[in-house]
T-cell receptor, first 113, second 114 residues
Framework: DAKTTQPPSMDCAEGRAANLPCNHS???????VYWYRQIHSQGPQYIIH???NNETNEMASLIITEDRKSSTLILPHATLRDTAVYYC??????????????FGAGTQVVVTP | DAGVIQSPRHEVTEMGQEVTLRCKPI?????LFWYRQTMMRGLELLIY????????DSGMPEDRFSAKMPNASFSTLKIQPSEPRDSAVYFC????????????FGNGTRLTVT
């Protein structure tokens, strides 16, 4: 499975957009990019996923570069409740590996007033 | 939807005792996962079930660990005998198998073995 590289930490001002980068230069054609986050003392929470195209939902936007070697998670208007560890994960949809998400260290995002 | 429900929320036990962690997945989900989180190793997949059948238990650390899913609405993770190094937060997650369906995690059981 492809590995990802994320900055260990980021600060963001409340109300501003938070742009979280992720490098996955060895990603394969059948691997999706997933983003989860973990707020302190809670279980990981799914945010968004994509394969090639940019994706948007009520929580965030996912921008994937054309060569698929990197992506950016965008939280459009960060709030204090967005303070969490954000995980970028790549995973194929093959039967053997489905659901076997490999969580790395993630990015600790702190949203400040 | 109540989400994935885990119990107990906290468990403190002495070394050598049996520990049983419980999980109720989201109704209608057909896949269930047990993860463990520690500071040293982060989040690790222990085992996952599809339609109540264990599919991959390669992450189970040793024979002291066992997991069962007797029906679609209940799973247990048992540690017998427990050891201090088993101290961690154990998460259960469920999902609909197929496509890119995301995992929905419970809030975990914090296990402390003294």
């Amino acid at each position: 499975d492809a590995k990802t590289t994320q900055p260990p930490s980021m600060d963001c001002a409340e109300g501003r957009a938070a742009n979280l980068p992720c490098n996955h230069s060895t990603i394969s054609g059948n691997e999706y990019v997933y983003w989860y986050r973990q707020i302190h003392s809670q279980g990981p929470q799914y945010i968004i996923h994509g394969l090639k195209n940019n994706e948007t939902n009520e929580m965030a936007s996912l921008i994937i570069t054309e060569d698929r070697k990197s992506s950016t998670l965008i939280l459009p208007h960060a709030t204090l409740r967005d303070t969490a560890v954000y995980y970028c994960i790549v995973s194929p949809l093959t039967t053997d590996s489905w659901g076997k998400l490999q969580f790395g260290a993630g990015t600790q995002v702190v949203v400040t007033p | 939807d109540a989400g994935v429900i885990q119990s107990p929320r906290h468990e403190v036990t002495e070394m050598g005792q049996e520990v049983t962690l419980r999980c109720k997945p989201i109704s209608g989900h057909n896949s269930l996962f047990w993860y463990r989180q520690t500071m040293m190793r982060g989040l690790e997949l222990l085992i996952y079930f599809n339609n109540n059948v264990p599919i991959d238990d390669s992450g189970m650390p040793e024979d002291r660990f066992s997991a069962k899913m007797p029906n679609a609405s209940f799973s247990t993770l048992k540690i017998q005998p427990s050891e201090p190094r088993d101290s961690a937060v154990y998460f259960c997650a469920s999902s609909l198998k197929g496509g890119a369906s995301p995992l929905h995690f419970g809030n975990g059981t914090r296990l402390t073995v003294t």
